[in-house]
């Protein structure tokens, strides 16, 4: 795998990490300086919704980081993060359309720049 591809990977992995955290454990102190748009009377309300969503979030950084870090075979590691980025930019689009365009240029944008990267770059092992 290309550095390039690596360093995308990691990035992407290392903000759904940090969503999991906003979401499963600080939804009710730092969630509502990120989502401004949701109103904050809802959030001591949505905290079980939320810590849900931020474990599908940890699910898709788990299997980015199974992926660059633990998977040795080159087409078994391309593959599995093909599918991991995959799932995390349609993740990014359909958010980006339905909820905020933000969501597609921090989500869904930086996963099609791995897709992409994976692609396109020739793999370095």
Request: aromatic share 12%.
């Amino acid at each position: 795998m290309h550095i390039v591809s690596k360093i995308i990977i990691a990035l992407v992995a290392l903000f759904h990490c940090y969503i999991l955290v906003l979401e499963m454990f600080l939804w009710e102190s730092r969630g509502p300086k990120v989502f401004t748009s949701f109103p904050e009377e809802l959030f001591a309300d949505t905290v079980v919704l939320a810590a849900n969503q931020g474990l599908y979030n940890g699910f898709l950084a788990a299997g980015l980081f199974w992926a660059l870090l633990l998977i040795k075979d080159a087409k078994w590691k391309r593959n599995v993060a093909l599918f991991f980025l995959g799932c995390v930019a349609v993740a990014g689009i359909y958010g980006g359309a339905t909820a905020s365009p933000g969501i597609f240029l921090v989500q869904g944008l930086p996963a099609l720049l791995g897709i992409a990267s994976l692609l396109a770059l020739k793999p370095k092992n």
